[in-house]
C-alpha cells in the first residue's frame, strides 16, 4: 500500500488508529497538546510533578 488513509498511533506501543488530521488517536492527540504546552512554557523545577 503507498498511502494508507488511517495510520496507526505514533505513540509508542499504541495499537489504536491515528485519529484523521493527526499522527496520533483520540487520546493520545490531547496528551500530546497538553505535553506540548507544558513544553513551550518550560519546565519548573519547584513544582512537584510525580508522572
Ligand atoms: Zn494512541
Redo the contacts with the bound molecule.
Keep these: 500500500m503507498p498511502y494508507a488513509p488511517q495510520r496507526g498511533?505514533q505513540?509508542e506501543g499504541?495499537p489504536?488508529r491515528?485519529v484523521t488530521g493527526s499522527a496520533?488517536?483520540a487520546?493520545?492527540k490531547a496528551l500530546m497538546e497538553k505535553h506540548y504546552e507544558q513544553f513551550s512554557r518550560g519546565y519548573k523545577a519547584n513544582e512537584s510533578h510525580i508522572t
Design positions: 498511533c505513540f499504541c489504536k491515528a496520533y488517536c487520546e493520545h
